[in-house]
């Protein structure tokens, strides 16, 4: 798994995370709101109808080109008990790579790209067919150029861009075969919450 605090290069489970010290809980009160400022509308506007048609063809035709299976999904804010609990972002692109089944790809080869409006927080969690093959240093090249575009405002640029950075590592390793029977085994449209 990538991410914008703490890179890594593969999906381990999600660690517990310890509670949030007694000081901070003003701290836990302003997440709780930010969060809750933030609804599907906003995820709405950050990308629009178009930029997710975009996103839908931009998946399928990677998918053509190779046997993995790439998800992008954008979230508004954390739902109420990841926040009361004090979860990251982090946490809950893991538990979104499990809840939207990217972990079950035949070839272990599936990639979630994920955004959290509220924290402007960006994660991609990698399978581990395709995570023990790609160094660390090429996935936080991608989050660079996410995180450029994010801060511009530009998040279906950004997004597009992560597909492509990924498309390009997936066509490399696990190349569709000549002939070879090649499933679409998750859905091209991006998950908006």
């Not at 933030?38 to 931009?58: N, T, W």
């Not at 809840?99 to 581990?128: M, Q, S």
Request: no cysteine.
């Amino acid at each position: 798994m990538a991410s914008e605090q703490e890179p890594m290069s593969s999906a381990p489970a999600p660690e517990a995370l310890p509670p949030a010290p007694a000081r901070r809980q003003g701290s836990r009160l302003v997440r709780i709101l930010r969060h809750r400022w933030y609804d599907e509308r906003d995820a709405a506007r950050a990308i629009d109808a178009a930029a997710l048609r975009r996103l839908e063809q931009q998946v399928a035709a990677s998918e053509r080109r190779h046997s993995g299976e790439i998800r992008v999904s954008v979230e508004a804010g954390l739902p109420l008990s990841y926040l009361w609990r004090g979860a990251s972002a982090r946490e809950r692109a893991v538990a979104l790579f499990g809840k939207l089944r990217v972990w079950d790809t035949e070839h272990n080869n599936g990639v979630l790209i994920y955004l959290l409006l509220a924290e402007h927080a960006i994660e991609i969690v990698a399978d581990r067919g395709l995570a023990r093959l790609v160094p660390q240093a090429h996935w936080d090249r991608v989050l660079a150029g996410m995180r450029e575009a994010f801060r511009a405002g530009r998040f279906a640029a950004g997004l597009e861009g992560a597909v492509q950075a990924v498309d390009a590592m997936l066509a490399s390793h696990f190349p569709v075969v000549e002939g070879a029977h090649n499933p679409n085994e998750l859905p091209d449209t991006p998950d908006i919450r």
